[in-house]
């Protein structure tokens, strides 16, 4: 287990705006940092992050917490994993005491299949550098490309041997269970019990995740065996969706974010060898045909896309088709093409880096040029083909979903392919309106299964549950100024020299969470809603052993539950921030102008509510017909009444716009 100590100095060093940079695009917003939900796909900013407080919210979806809540939430990392993830990050050396084996046994199916890969990936490139058969084929294999020994050992690169089983008798020796081997793909188990390497006899690419976890591999063979696949993926895992990963993403991050573009390429070498180059922001569909998810993952670092064609015309049709999917995910694209007989590899090798980056730069045109330059070719004068062609070019405008972006694009058009704007603005008319008529007949055929409630009357918008609110506005008050100390005005009843009864106002200074647990303790109140409970008593626990508050060191020992729960009200101004209410002549007001007088209208309102409910309970509960237990029912609830007048008459004294 990972020491206190560890874990202390992790959250004192790591910047909760420094580590979420690396997965998510920020932009500054004031004092905070916004950009857009990492956890749903969005197109307006709803994620934000306040280096002063070092927490993150994301209101999209409601999750929110410490930069390790982040790494747990947005990498399923397990709490340890988050802690070493950031130790390492932050050069900290972990301290940690034994690991028993019943924790080990406790390790979930997921974290040994991480486990599992991580092995092999080490295993690989250590078989590549330390032995004759790796030395003799792997590495001169990577050496006759190119690749330096510091690029070899930043990717990780290895070498699986020849032998049927060589990888998996030593990850058996390890102690690496069989199950695991065979569920990462790593390891083939046939029906007569035998098993082989999946990867034998090939070079090895590991396949990292945005966070650097090691989630698969891609192995090239180097015979000439023609029943074999020049390039094998790791199969789908529990850990490895490969629509859903990007070859290089964890060493093109954060070049993605600082030069706000990524170089999308096809192949492994590829990324490779540019990143060797100096364009280190550069990432492949590792094999596959691009998807949403791979396009979203870039969305989170830029939103813009170049995407590099070798010049293969055949190869070029069949990526083309990737440019509307980048398109409808609103991004901007451009693309770049090589000279005859060159890909990404071959030209970054045999030029320098100021020839390399000119090119790219000089060189990439808008898709809207690139179409009409690729298909002007085969259109070859022929009315018809020119005709598809602009329909072509017009279909991938329809895709964006910004409409002066698409007015912008069809001037473009317009002006290329020498064709009125207004034929182009009819086409991109009819194609659009064809998406809505298609988008609502599934729209009805969705509404078909309502039809049962159709006629129903209407459902009651739920009432605001009062009592919740008002627990809430305890646990917030609690986190934002309990440590406080605020004047608090009280009123005694006193007899004067003619022995009448009369209020006197009492002040004095307290700190806040004092206030409000003796207010609560007065009238013996618990806060009904059990996560509120949880957090007052231990907040108030919190409070009694410090005297100061430290989000920090306060977010260390909560639950994602609780964690989520405390951050939305940490972050409510942010929130605010999102909306510009200013902007619009609506200005919030704050509460820290007046904390005694919020914290005591809220404590009053609760205890009226609660008094007012007890009423209700007590005449809801009277069944008796007896004349005395009715008598003794009215004076208890005269007596409530009497009550709630003064606490009625204590909240106007203290009124505020608050609630």
Same mark, same amino acid.
């Given at each position: 287990?990972?020491?206190?100590?560890?874990?202390?100095?992790?959250?004192?060093?790591?910047?909760?705006?420094?580590?979420?940079?690396?997965?998510?695009?920020?932009?500054?917003?004031?004092?905070?940092?916004?950009?857009?939900?990492?956890?749903?796909?969005?197109?307006?900013?709803?994620?934000?992050?306040?280096?002063?407080?070092?927490?993150?919210?994301?209101?999209?979806?409601?999750?929110?917490?410490?930069?390790?809540?982040?790494?747990?939430?947005?990498?399923?990392?397990?709490?340890?994993?988050?802690?070493?993830?950031?130790?390492?990050?932050?050069?900290?050396?972990?301290?940690?005491?034994?690991?028993?084996?019943?924790?080990?046994?406790?390790?979930?199916?997921?974290?040994?299949?991480?486990?599992?890969?991580?092995?092999?990936?080490?295993?690989?490139?250590?078989?590549?550098?330390?032995?004759?058969?790796?030395?003799?084929?792997?590495?001169?294999?990577?050496?006759?490309?190119?690749?330096?020994?510091?690029?070899?050992?930043?990717?990780?690169?290895?070498?699986?041997?020849?032998?049927?089983?060589?990888?998996?008798?030593?990850?058996?020796?390890?102690?690496?269970?069989?199950?695991?081997?065979?569920?990462?793909?790593?390891?083939?188990?046939?029906?007569?019990?035998?098993?082989?390497?999946?990867?034998?006899?090939?070079?090895?690419?590991?396949?990292?995740?945005?966070?650097?976890?090691?989630?698969?591999?891609?192995?090239?063979?180097?015979?000439?065996?023609?029943?074999?696949?020049?390039?094998?993926?790791?199969?789908? %895992?529990?850990?490895?969706?490969?629509?859903?990963?990007l070859y290089g993403i964890f060493h093109a991050k954060q070049a993605i974010a600082k030069q706000?573009n990524c170089y999308l390429v096809e192949g492994y070498t590829d990324v490779i060898q540019l990143h060797q180059a100096g364009v280190e922001n550069v990432v492949?569909?590792?094999?596959?045909?691009?998807?949403?998810?791979?396009?979203?993952?870039?969305?989170?670092?830029?939103?813009?896309?170049?995407?590099?064609?070798?010049?293969?015309?055949?190869?070029?049709?069949?990526?083309?088709?990737?440019?509307?999917?980048?398109?409808?995910?609103?991004?901007?694209?451009?693309?770049?093409?090589?000279?005859?007989?060159?890909?990404?590899?071959?030209?970054?090798?045999?030029?320098?880096?100021?020839?390399?980056?000119?090119?790219?730069?000089?060189?990439?045109?808008?898709?809207?040029?690139?179409?009409?330059?690729?298909?002007?070719?085969?259109?070859?004068?022929?009315?018809?083909?020119?005709?598809?062609?602009?329909?072509?070019?017009?279909?991938?405008?329809?895709?964006?979903?910004?409409?002066?972006?698409?007015?912008?694009?069809?001037?473009?058009?317009?002006?290329?392919?020498?064709?009125?704007?207004?034929?182009?603005?009819?086409?991109?008319?009819?194609?659009?309106?064809?998406?809505?008529?298609?988008?609502?007949?599934?729209?009805?055929?969705?509404?078909?299964?309502?039809?049962?409630?159709?006629?129903?009357?209407?459902?009651?918008?739920?009432?605001?549950?009062?009592?919740?609110?008002?627990?809430?506005?305890?646990?917030?008050?609690?986190?934002?100024?309990?440590?406080?100390?605020?004047?608090?005005?009280?009123?005694?009843?006193?007899?004067?020299?003619?022995?009448?009864?009369?209020?006197?106002?009492? %002040?004095?200074?307290?700190?806040?969470?004092?206030?409000?647990?003796?207010?609560?303790?007065?009238?013996?109140?618990?806060?009904?809603?059990?996560?509120?409970?949880?957090?007052?008593?231990?907040?108030?626990?919190?409070?009694?052993?410090?005297?100061?508050?430290?989000?920090?060191?306060?977010?260390?020992?909560?639950? %994602?539950?609780?964690?989520?729960?405390?951050?939305?009200?940490?972050?409510?101004?942010?929130?605010?921030?999102?909306?510009?209410?200013?902007?619009?002549?609506?200005?919030?007001?704050?509460?820290?102008?007046?904390?005694?007088?919020?914290?005591?209208?809220?404590?009053? %309102?609760?205890?009226?509510?609660?008094?007012?409910?007890?009423?209700?309970?007590?005449?809801?509960?009277?069944?008796?017909?007896?004349?005395?237990?009715?008598?003794?029912?009215?004076?208890?609830?005269?007596?409530?009444?009497?009550?709630?007048?003064?606490?009625?008459?204590?909240?106007?004294?203290?009124?505020?716009?608050?609630?």
């Open positions: 287990m990972i020491t206190r100590e560890t874990i202390d100095k992790v959250f004192e060093t790591a910047r909760v705006e420094e580590v979420i940079g690396d997965f998510v695009q920020l932009k500054r917003a004031g004092s905070n940092y916004k950009g857009l939900s990492p956890f749903s796909d969005e197109r307006s900013p709803s994620f934000m992050v306040s280096p002063v407080k070092q927490i993150w919210k994301d209101f999209s979806s409601g999750k929110g917490g410490s930069v390790v809540t982040f790494l747990m939430e947005h990498e399923h990392f397990t709490y340890p994993e988050a802690i070493r993830f950031l130790a390492n990050k932050y050069n900290i050396e972990i301290e940690e005491t034994e690991t028993s084996q019943e924790d080990k046994i406790e390790a979930n199916e997921k974290e040994s299949m991480y486990l599992v890969s991580e092995f092999a990936k080490t295993y690989f490139h250590d078989t590549l550098l330390n032995t004759e058969e790796g030395k003799a084929i792997g590495l001169s294999y990577f050496k006759e490309r190119g690749f330096t020994d510091e690029t070899i050992a930043k990717f990780g690169l290895g070498y699986s041997p020849e032998t049927w089983d060589a990888f998996t008798k030593e990850a058996l020796s390890k102690g690496y269970q069989l199950d695991y081997l065979e569920k990462v793909g790593l390891t083939i188990l046939r029906e007569d019990g035998k098993h082989f390497d999946r990867f034998k006899g090939r070079v090895m690419f590991p396949i990292q995740s945005l966070s650097g976890r090691n989630l698969g591999f891609g192995g090239r063979i180097l015979t000439n065996d023609k029943k074999a696949a020049k390039y094998l993926n790791s199969p789908e %895992s529990e850990i490895y969706h490969k629509s859903k990963v706000n492949a569909s590792s094999g596959t045909a691009l998807t949403p998810d791979q396009i979203r993952l870039i969305n989170r670092l830029t939103k813009n896309i170049t995407v590099l064609f070798d010049g293969d015309a055949a190869g070029l049709r069949a990526s083309v088709r990737g440019i509307d999917l980048i398109l409808e995910e609103g991004m901007n694209i451009k693309v770049c093409t090589f000279p005859d007989g060159d890909d990404p590899d071959s030209f970054a090798k045999k030029n320098s880096y100021d020839d390399l980056v000119s090119y790219l730069e000089n060189s990439a045109k808008d898709f809207i040029q690139f179409k009409a330059s690729l298909l002007m070719d085969e259109a070859n004068n022929d009315p018809i083909k020119k005709a598809d062609l602009i329909r072509d070019m017009v279909v991938s405008i329809s895709k964006i979903p910004d409409r002066i972006k698409r007015e912008i694009y069809i001037q473009e058009c317009s002006r290329i392919m020498d064709i009125s704007e207004q034929v182009l603005l009819n086409t991109l008319a009819q194609l659009v309106q064809k998406d809505i008529s298609e988008a609502g007949k599934k729209l009805k055929q969705e509404q078909k299964a309502f039809e049962v409630v159709k006629n129903e009357p209407l459902v009651q918008h739920e009432k605001v549950n009062i009592v919740y609110e008002l627990e809430r506005k305890i646990i917030e008050m609690l986190l934002l100024y309990g440590s406080q100390e605020a004047d608090f005005d009280d009123f005694i009843l006193k007899a004067n020299e003619d022995g009448e009864m009369i209020e006197e106002k009492e %002040s004095s200074t307290e700190k806040v969470h004092r206030r409000i647990y003796l207010s609560l303790q007065e009238d013996e109140v618990e806060l009904a809603n059990p996560l509120f409970k949880e957090l007052y008593n231990d907040l108030i626990s919190y409070y009694n052993q410090n005297e100061e508050f430290n989000i920090e060191h306060y977010l260390m020992q909560l639950s %994602s539950e609780h964690s989520a729960i405390v951050t939305d009200i940490l972050m409510l101004e942010e929130k605010e921030l999102l909306h510009n209410w200013e902007a619009k002549n609506i200005y919030v007001k704050s509460k820290n102008k007046n904390v005694s007088q919020y914290v005591s209208e809220t404590i009053v %309102s609760l205890r009226e509510y609660l008094i007012n409910k007890l009423i209700m309970d007590l005449m809801q509960s009277y069944s008796s017909e007896e004349e005395n237990d009715l008598q003794e029912l009215m004076t208890t609830i005269n007596d409530y009444n009497k009550l709630k007048v003064n606490l009625t008459n204590k909240i106007g004294r203290i009124r505020s716009t608050y609630l």
